[in-house]
């Protein structure tokens, strides 16, 4: 073949050393611990399954099974009730993007969440291309955490019991901008 592809089909493999069961066994059917493929994907969720996978190094094995899922599933839960706290509250009040203050008129906090949004960008592209998926989920989770713990908790009056309608609108615009940047920076472990 002389095209190009044909001499050079792939550049970089990422693949990881074991996949056990999540007690350490090697995974088999004769020993009753397989999991298969479609059960998995209907049981725990596929965008569980990759949280897995893009958490674990790739030179360790990977223990896979119900209870590491649950895990797993507890983490991406805190990003699902920030958002289904950002679908309500914004409903309730009749929020709709593009009824905000410019960044810089923002609060500290505001401009604080919009800041830790951009870098966890620039970590989290340096690492996928560095294919460190690792560092990549690593920083997602401490992002995550900081938008969850601090952001939101501190900010919680602002969203439902603020008199100041540009605050208000401030509070969800600063929101919105970083659950979407999140999400994009997401979507190459969890389309």
């Known amino acids: 073949c002389a095209l190009p592809i044909c001499q050079e089909p792939f550049k970089t493999i990422f693949g990881y050393a074991t996949l056990l069961a999540e007690d350490g066994r090697a995974m088999h059917k004769s020993s009753g611990n397989a999991i298969e493929f479609d059960e998995a994907a209907d049981r725990m969720g596929v965008d569980v399954m990759r949280w897995l996978y893009m958490r674990a190094r790739p030179d360790d094995n990977i223990l896979f099974g119900w209870h590491v899922a649950d895990e797993a599933r507890r983490q991406l839960l805190v990003l699902w009730n920030v958002y289904a706290f950002f679908i ?22 505001d401009r604080w969440i919009l800041s830790r949004t951009a870098g966890l960008a620039a970590t989290a592209g340096a690492a ?10 690593r920083a997602i989770e401490a992002y995550i955490d900081d938008l969850s713990t601090w952001y939101l908790r501190l900010s919680r009056k602002r969203f ?27 979507a190459p472990i969890l389309p």
């Open 160 to 186: 439902s019991r603020n008199q100041d309608a540009a605050d208000r609108s401030s509070a969800f615009a600063t929101l919105h901008a970083a659950l979407l940047g999140l999400t994009r920076v997401m």
């Open 88 to 109: 309500t509250y914004a409903r309730l009040t009749g929020w709709t993007p593009g009824d905000a203050p410019e960044p810089a008129a923002r609060p500290a906090m």
């Open 128 to 137: 996928m291309s560095d294919y460190d998926a690792l560092g990549a989920t």
